[in-house]
């Protein structure tokens, strides 16, 4: 399995301002993903992380509102923009298993968003 | 869309076996998967079945597939207090996005 860190852990973000979420994974993978759990709620796919071009969104979420970068095969950003209340949520970044013989997806431990 | 369901709540006693089911109405995924997650934590894979197949078991977790009726279920033998969190199954339907069910929320009590 790989092993991902997302950092803040959690934050707590004024009306307005923007958040920008990291993921670090421990080796290379093609394919990263962010998710998000309003609460008490399930898991949403927001975009598809892409290596070198732009990220594929999701219906109902858009790039202005979530921009994503993806600079390298371990890294990625989600950033929060904008924020309203509505937004408070968390926030997890996923990758697919290296060599895994069940496409299985791995999370990190997600960003726990408050907006004020 | 896809709608993949589960029940809210299961309420167990401890040593005795759990079973969380789910349903869902497009069944053209490749696999099917079993996350546990524990307040205040990310996602955690417990195990996942290929759709070819009907059971799977590993250790004290059995998962059962039914095709035909889109069903699968996730059996805990011997239910311990450390079980209890929200356990949501997940489907990836030909494709790499996983689509979640909408959770059960499994309590355990001595």
């Known amino acids: 399995s790989a092993v991902i860190s997302q950092k803040p852990s959690r934050d707590i973000c004024q009306r307005g301002t923007s958040l920008t979420i990291q993921c670090q994974v421990d080796?290379?993978?093609?394919?990263m993903f962010w998710y998000r759990q309003q609460p008490g709620q399930s898991l949403t796919l927001i975009a598809t992380?892409?290596?070198?071009?732009?990220?594929?969104?999701e219906s109902g979420f858009v790039i202005d509102k979530f921009p994503i970068s993806r600079p390298n095969l371990t890294f990625s950003t989600l950033t929060v923009s904008n924020m309203s209340p509505e937004d408070s949520s968390i926030y997890l970044c996923?990758?697919?298993?290296?060599?895994?013989?069940?496409?299985?997806?791995?999370f990190g431990p997600g960003t726990r968003l408050t907006v004020l | 869309g896809e709608d993949v369901e589960q029940s809210l709540f299961l309420s167990v006693r401890e040593g005795d076996s759990s079973v969380i089911n789910c349903t869902y109405t497009d069944s053209s995924s490749t696999y099917l998967y079993w996350y546990k997650q524990e307040p205040g934590a990310g996602l955690q894979l417990l195990t996942y079945i290929f759709s070819n197949m009907d059971m799977k078991q590993d250790q004290r977790l059995t998962v059962l597939l039914n095709k035909k009726d889109k069903h699968l279920s996730l059996r805990i033998a011997d239910t311990q207090t450390g079980d209890s969190a929200i356990y949501f199954c997940?489907?990836?339907?030909?494709?790499?996005?996983?689509?979640f069910g909408t959770g059960t929320r499994l309590q355990v009590f001595p």
């Open positions: 992380a892409n290596q070198g071009s732009e990220a594929t969104y």
């Open positions: 080796s290379q993978v093609t394919m």
């Open positions: 996923s990758v697919e298993a290296p060599q895994g013989a069940g496409n299985e997806q791995f």
């Open positions: 997940a489907g990836n339907y030909n494709t790499d996005k996983l689509i």
